[in-house]
């Protein structure tokens, strides 16, 4: 089975753009889970979704938004980018009520100049 | 805030040897999470704890959650170079639906042929 997928891989964006990183669970899985990971230091909980509701906001400014789709994959938007939004941005999945495990994809290298 | 530190940073092992890493809450623990991370990659899920006193073990890595529910560690026997990589314990963060975590920074461990 196909584990999560992110895309796109690597990404290089300029001060003030707009971003839009893509994540596909693990089929069966309904919820997914986006975090933001700064070099050096552990993954932070930026929104979690499930059955397309909101479930799930970490402390991160407006300009991060996300959404889920009927299929279960999401989005998740940066707008106005800022230099200290570069970083890895990782999607996680988990089948909510029938385990606990959160199933990680490799992540989006989002490098803002 | 609830907030996870790991003991040690970092750590240089010879091939063979035991470790042992260490992650401790400031607050009680309701779900203990040990995933391990390649250098810029997506996190592997090993291992989660919820009870107190609880004990996991997978192959050459074993994980323990304390009674208090306050401290978990890690360790590896005889520890191989396919268990380099970044560790980092995640935990559900209070009041926040399941899928909501915070991670400790990680712990480097490199092991020598």
């Known amino acids: 089975d196909a584990g999560v997928t992110q895309s796109p891989t690597h990404l290089i964006k300029t001060r003030g753009q707009h971003v839009t990183l893509r994540c596909s669970p693990i089929?069966?899985?309904?919820?997914v889970s986006w975090y933001q990971q700064v070099l050096g230091q552990g993954p932070q909980f930026i929104f979690q979704y499930y059955e397309k509701e909101e479930r799930g906001r970490g402390n991160f400014p407006d300009r991060f938004s996300a959404r889920q789709f009927p299929n279960y994959s999401s989005e998740l938007n940066v707008n106005a980018l800022l230099l200290g939004d570069s970083a890895l941005y990782l999607c996680?999945?988990?089948?909510?009520?029938?385990?606990?495990?959160?199933?990680f994809g490799p992540g989006t290298r989002l490098t803002v100049t | 805030s609830q907030e996870l530190e790991q003991s040690p940073q970092s750590l240089i092992v010879q091939e063979g040897k035991n470790l042992t890493i260490n992650c401790t809450s400031s607050?009680?623990?309701?779900?203990l999470y040990w995933y391990k991370q390649k250098y810029g990659e997506g996190l592997i899920f090993l291992m989660m704890?919820?009870?107190?006193?609880e004990e996991k073990s997978h192959e050459k890595i074993t994980a323990k959650l304390d009674e208090k529910k306050q401290q978990s560690s890690l360790h590896i026997t005889a520890s191989q170079p396919s268990h380099a990589g970044i560790y980092l314990c995640g935990a559900d963060i209070p009041g926040g639906s399941q899928g909501n975590l915070i991670f400790g920074k990680g712990t480097k461990l490199s092991v020598k042929p």
């Open positions: 607050k009680t623990l309701y779900g």
């Open positions: 704890l919820q009870k107190g006193g």
């Open positions: 089929s069966g899985h309904k919820s």
């Open positions: 996680a999945s988990s089948p909510i009520g029938v385990g606990y495990e959160q199933y």
